[in-house]
Every structure is written in C-alpha cells, then in structure tokens.
C-alpha cells in the first residue's frame, strides 16, 4: 500500500493524524461522510449555542484518543500486532456509524433498530465492499475478538468514546463540569489478565471522571429545555404516523424519509434497505417539519411551528411522581387553551421519567491495578469518593417530568 499520511485540524485536541490507507478509504466513503450531518447532541445547541458539533466530530477524537491509547498500552509492553491496532481504530472511528436523524431522540420512532444493531450492519457492507479488511474490526466491536481489553477500550465504563464525548460535549456547551483528565487516564491504562485496568494513581482522575459524567447528564444531555425539543421531535413524528394510518397525505421533504415514514408498520427489512437509510440525516429531518408548519393538520403543524420557532414544552423536572391532580388540571387547561380534543391533548400533557447512573457495577467494571499486582474494583477503594457515595453510584437515579 501506498503511505499515506493525513492531518485534520480538530478544536479540541489539535492535530489528529490518519497515516493508514484503509482508514481514510473509510472517513471517505459516503456512509461516514453523512454523519457530517447528524448533530452529537441533537437538540442541546437550543440551550448552549455552541454545541453543533458532529458525529464526525466525535468518532475522530474518539479515534484519536484509540490511537494513544494503544500507543500507551503497546510501550508497556502489551502485545498488539498490526492488525489487531488496524481493527480497534476502525471498530472506534465507526462505532457511531448507525446513528440515524437525531440519533437517540427518534432512535425507536423512525426505525426500531438499536444504533448498534445498525453499525454492525453498516461496517458488514463495508466489510463486503473492502473485501474481508474489517474482519478484525467487527470481532473487537462485537466482543468476538480474543483481547478482551480492545472491545473494552471501545465500550465500557471507561472506554474512549466516554472519554471523548464527554470532553468535546464540555468544550461545545462551555460546561466547565464535563472537564476531565483524559490524557492522565490514558496514561495510566494498562492490562491485566486480558482486561483493561487503570494504574493506582490515576484513582483520582477517574472519579473526576465519573462525576463529570454524572453533572453532564442532568446539566446538559438531561437538562429540561432539551428533554422538551426532543419529545416535541418525538410527538411530531407520532402525529405525522397516526394521519398516515387514518389515510392522510402526510408527506415528508426527502425520499429517504419518505420510505421510512411510509413503512414503518410493514415487515420491510432493513438490511435490504440500509443504502436507503444511509441518505437519512438530521437534514431531512428538519426540512420535513418546516414543510410540516403549513400541514392542514391543527396538531402537526402547531408542534412543527413551535419547534422552529423555539417555542418548546415547559418542562417540570421532579424527584417524587407528578400528581394526577396536577396532571388533569394542565390537561383541562390545555384542551381549552388550544380548542383542541381530548383524545388530542397527549400531544401537550403527558408525564415520564428520566434517568441515568453515575456507575454501574453491572457494567464493565472499572478495576484498579495496584503495584502488588492485585486489582480491585473503583467502587472498593479505601477512602475513594465513589465508595463514599456508593448508593449514588450504584443505583439509578429517577426524575419525573410532565
């Protein structure tokens, strides 16, 4: 092969090096090209301007982070061949691959498919396509491959994708709390009996870590305003679904959008449509539900004005449930207000839970490596912060929303 030797000017870590042929054969091909399109943080930029951010931006500086990781681990003397490298730097550059439209906000609205179940498709085709050059790939981000700690590195309470997202997510947002000693946890990572474990001094680092982690999630990607434009998308498309089941003409800005919205009760397979699926963005997303505004239909087009117009849910965010009292009072206000059908009001009046856990021992455990050789997991250190708030770490933390 031809040496090939690249650099891309990233915001956040500077320059980031792509010096293998197949990897820019990747980075090239359309399929990743088009998550160019698709925002990190979908709605977030309504809150904090800044984060428009891409999944392209991510899964780079998340290979970036690969690469030193496995620069790190190979001068400790951990064995990894060429090949294995090659593979985990795919199997993270596109380990976002199939994220659809607004990836987790419409992930079980446009196509009930896990994004992962569709990457896995994606990097197969592109396996296909590149003769069997991402065999070695697609073990490591199937946990198929023999070196456990190279699937670990790309899922796993520790692995670089969190590292990354929370890093460029704290940067695009001005959110100081999302702050974290990445590049002293890399240097601190090592293997121990085939898994990956963090060296002893690098405790403290960790349970920064986890507690930007935590802030991250209710500050930003749990915070109310966001949660309101997402289930705004979310009732848009539920709308747009009910009219086409009635036999109304409900048609979206793109073919590919189309398809999807028009099949989405049928038995039709996605392998046999991914190329469809893969035309899909944020963009068609978005013109659909500005031709949407002028929809004959009262509902749809009142939730697409608003969602243009930043005119979102007012959201009550809560520790204990919302009382039905409280729930039916907004309700009737709603159906008044908006002359609207009390089978409608769901629209506009409805409660849920959010959640999320600061560390998950059920999970891949985060283990340290002691200099007697002995690991021992984050959560049974002596004197650690997580162990003192081990029933926050452990245990999920609920809020209740209408």
């Given at each position: 092969m031809?040496?090939?030797?690249?650099?891309i000017n990233?915001p956040?870590y500077?320059?980031?090096?792509?010096d293998h042929?197949?990897?820019?054969?990747?980075?090239s091909?359309p399929?990743?090209?088009?998550l160019r399109?698709i925002?990190q943080?979908?709605f977030?930029?309504?809150v904090?301007p800044g984060?428009?951010?891409s999944r392209?931006?991510?899964?780079?500086?998340a290979?970036?982070?690969?690469c030193?990781?496995?620069?790190?681990?190979?001068g400790k003397g951990?064995?990894?061949?060429?090949?294995?490298?090659?593979?985990?730097?795919i199997?993270?550059?596109?380990h976002d691959?199939?994220?659809?439209?607004?990836?987790?906000?419409?992930?079980?609205?446009?196509?009930?498919?896990?994004h992962?179940?569709i990457?896995i498709?994606?990097?197969?085709?592109?396996n296909?396509?590149l003769?069997?050059?991402?065999d070695t790939a697609l073990?490591?981000f199937?946990?198929?491959?023999?070196?456990?700690f190279?699937?670990q590195?790309v899922?796993?309470q520790?692995?670089?994708?969190?590292?990354d997202?929370?890093?460029?997510?704290s940067?695009?947002?001005g959110?100081?709390?999302?702050?974290?000693?990445?590049?002293?946890?890399?240097?601190m990572l090592?293997v121990?009996?085939g898994?990956?474990?963090?060296?002893?001094k690098?405790?403290?680092?960790i349970?920064k870590?986890?507690?930007?982690?935590r802030?991250?999630?209710w500050?930003?990607?749990?915070?109310?305003?966001?949660l309101?434009?997402?289930?705004m998308?979310?009732n848009?498309?539920?709308?747009a679904?009910?009219?086409?089941?009635k036999?109304?003409?409900?048609?979206a800005?793109?073919d590919a959008?189309n398809?999807?919205?028009l099949?989405?009760?049928s038995s039709?397979s996605?392998?046999?449509?991914?190329?469809?699926?893969?035309?899909?963005?944020d963009?068609?997303?978005?013109a659909t539900?500005k031709n949407w505004?002028?929809?004959?239909?009262?509902?749809?087009?009142?939730l697409?004005?608003s969602l243009?117009?930043r005119r979102?849910?007012k959201?009550?965010?809560?520790?204990?449930p919302v009382?039905?009292?409280?729930t039916?009072?907004r309700?009737?206000?709603?159906?008044e207000c908006?002359?609207?059908k009390?089978?409608?009001?769901?629209?506009?009046?409805?409660?849920g839970?959010?959640?999320?856990t600061m560390y998950?021992?059920?999970d891949?455990r985060?283990n340290?490596?002691?200099?007697d050789?002995?690991?021992?997991?984050?959560?049974?250190?002596d004197n650690?912060l997580i162990k003192?708030?081990?029933?926050?770490?452990?245990?999920?933390?609920?809020?209740?929303?209408?």
């Amino acid at each position: 092969m031809v040496p090939v030797r690249k650099i891309i000017n990233d915001p956040v870590y500077g320059f980031i090096t792509i010096d293998h042929p197949l990897i820019l054969q990747i980075i090239s091909h359309p399929y990743y090209q088009r998550l160019r399109n698709i925002h990190q943080m979908a709605f977030a930029h309504l809150v904090y301007p800044g984060a428009v951010h891409s999944r392209l931006h991510h899964s780079l500086g998340a290979y970036h982070l690969m690469c030193q990781a496995l620069q790190e681990l190979k001068g400790k003397g951990i064995s990894i061949d060429p090949e294995e490298e090659l593979g985990a730097k795919i199997a993270i550059l596109l380990h976002d691959i199939g994220h659809g439209p607004y990836s987790h906000a419409l992930e079980k609205e446009l196509i009930n498919v896990s994004h992962e179940r569709i990457s896995i498709m994606i990097m197969q085709v592109l396996n296909k396509e590149l003769k069997g050059q991402l065999d070695t790939a697609l073990a490591i981000f199937t946990d198929k491959h023999p070196k456990k700690f190279l699937y670990q590195l790309v899922s796993g309470q520790l692995d670089v994708d969190r590292m990354d997202y929370l890093n460029r997510d704290s940067f695009f947002t001005g959110v100081a709390e999302g702050v974290i000693g990445y590049d002293r946890i890399i240097k601190m990572l090592c293997v121990k009996d085939g898994n990956l474990v963090v060296e002893e001094k690098a405790i403290y680092s960790i349970e920064k870590f986890l507690v930007s982690r935590r802030l991250m999630y209710w500050q930003v990607y749990l915070h109310k305003t966001v949660l309101g434009a997402e289930m705004m998308l979310v009732n848009i498309i539920r709308r747009a679904n009910e009219l086409l089941a009635k036999g109304i003409t409900v048609s979206a800005a793109t073919d590919a959008l189309n398809f999807f919205m028009l099949n989405q009760n049928s038995s039709v397979s996605l392998e046999q449509n991914l190329t469809t699926f893969c035309k899909l963005d944020d963009y068609d997303v978005m013109a659909t539900i500005k031709n949407w505004c002028h929809h004959p239909d009262k509902i749809l087009s009142l939730l697409c004005r608003s969602l243009i117009d930043r005119r979102l849910y007012k959201v009550r965010l809560q520790g204990d449930p919302v009382d039905p009292a409280f729930t039916k009072t907004r309700t009737r206000e709603a159906i008044e207000c908006l002359g609207i059908k009390e089978e409608e009001v769901h629209y506009f009046v409805f409660t849920g839970t959010s959640s999320n856990t600061m560390y998950d021992p059920r999970d891949e455990r985060i283990n340290i490596l002691y200099k007697d050789g002995s690991t021992r997991d984050i959560s049974d250190v002596d004197n650690a912060l997580i162990k003192s708030f081990s029933s926050l770490a452990d245990r999920e933390i609920k809020k209740y929303y209408i």
